[in-house]
């Protein structure tokens, strides 16, 4: 394991804070700096232990780091990614957890002032709830965090963020930005859109008699609506192809059931059973 003396943290809420649990837990970090806007947000990740020490100001915040963690919603990855680099120091390594990365990517691999570098990740873990107050050091535990290193990445940094990631617990594999996306909209982004089109659809006067079945399937609409606007536009294209796919499949279930064809009806529900079982619980 790798121990650092100080890892700044740019936005501890849930991925944040429990990045920052993660690291004191384990013994990876001796000061841990949580920079936020808010000091509502600040004060939970102190309560919950995530941090050692914060501030609103993201230059004070950096100016020892030897690792920066960016992980705010996808709209302000770029602009703190470049902030930091003005003054952390010289040669620090940038990373973040934004579930997008082809555009964050493009404006910022190989484009950092100071010899600082920037290496994209994003750690498969999360839920709907949000804020440092339900962040737990145990959230990447065998969790896949994909890290997208590009022909400008050098090999340090990726075994570092490598190392990084296996340490807090997560399994580690790497994807192109564009693989990366376009990937994350077929199993993230689109059930989000999804989920959250069927709860829209469901009237007041139903809701006492929704069971397990559409609570567990329109639980990640909980999700905060302005941090999955900000994802659903950083993703937008393939976003787009995924809902004319879904649309497809759903009109071939459509056609199935208007023709009465029981056994289209069943190869879909069958085909449908057999993936997510492979997916185990």
Known sequence: MRRYDTVAIVGVGLI?????????????????????????SLRAARRVGAVTNTTIDLAKGVADAELIVIATPVARIVEHALQSAQTCPEGALITDAGSTKEAIVEQLDGRLPRNCRYLGSHPLAGSEK?????????LFEGRVAILTPTVNTHAEDFDQLEQFWSDLGSVVIQMGPADHDR???????????????LASMLPESLFRLTGAGF??????????AELWKQIFAANRANLLACLDQFSHRLHALRSSLEQNDAAAVEDILRLAKKNRDALGS
């Open 130 to 138: 949000a804020g440092a107050s339900h962040a737990t050091a145990d």
């Open 16 to 40: 944040g804070g429990s990045i920052g649990l993660a690291l004191r837990e384990r013994g990876l970090a001796k000061t841990v700096i949580g920079i936020g806007r808010r000091q509502s």
């Open 183 to 197: 990937a994350m909209a077929v199993t993230s982004h689109l059930p989000h859109a999804v989920a959250s089109v």
């Open 215 to 224: 609570h567990d399937t329109t639980r990640v609409a909980c999700g905060d």
